[in-house]
């Protein structure tokens, strides 16, 4: 039963930074780590992640400004969110792929204008 914990959520204005942490236990092999956020009265989306090998994917909406990588000896992913707009506002989800997908408990930002 793997499980991850998230971290690093919280409030900032715009313009401001997070760093968002997630490290999974109970895994074997990852292969890919990421992302999804879901704003109030939204669908969940796909903000990035990043296969074994470091092949990374974002959505256009936060090209350029968020950047995620990987801790393959420590089954971690971070996403480092730069340029934050009120429009970023909603839970992340951490999540990772091996045979199936896990899911985080979720952290909250909100980022006012």
């Known amino acids: 039963q793997a499980q991850l914990v998230e971290s690093g959520g919280g409030l900032v204005q715009a313009g401001g930074s997070l760093r968002l942490s997630c490290t999974a236990s109970?895994?074997?092999?990852?292969?890919?780590m990421g992302w999804y956020r879901q704003a109030p009265g939204k669908q969940r989306e796909l903000v990035a992640n990043?296969?074994?090998?470091?092949?990374?994917n974002y959505a256009d909406s936060v090209k350029g400004r968020f950047a995620i990588s990987r801790d393959n000896a420590k089954n971690a992913a971070f996403l480092q969110m730069n340029s934050l707009k009120p429009d970023d506002t909603a839970v992340y989800y951490c999540?990772?792929?091996?045979?199936?997908?896990?899911w985080g408990q979720g952290t909250q930002v909100t980022v006012s204008s």
């Open positions: 999540y990772i792929i091996n045979f199936r997908t896990w």
């Open positions: 109970g895994t074997g092999r990852i292969n890919t």
């Open positions: 990043i296969g074994s090998g470091g092949i990374t």
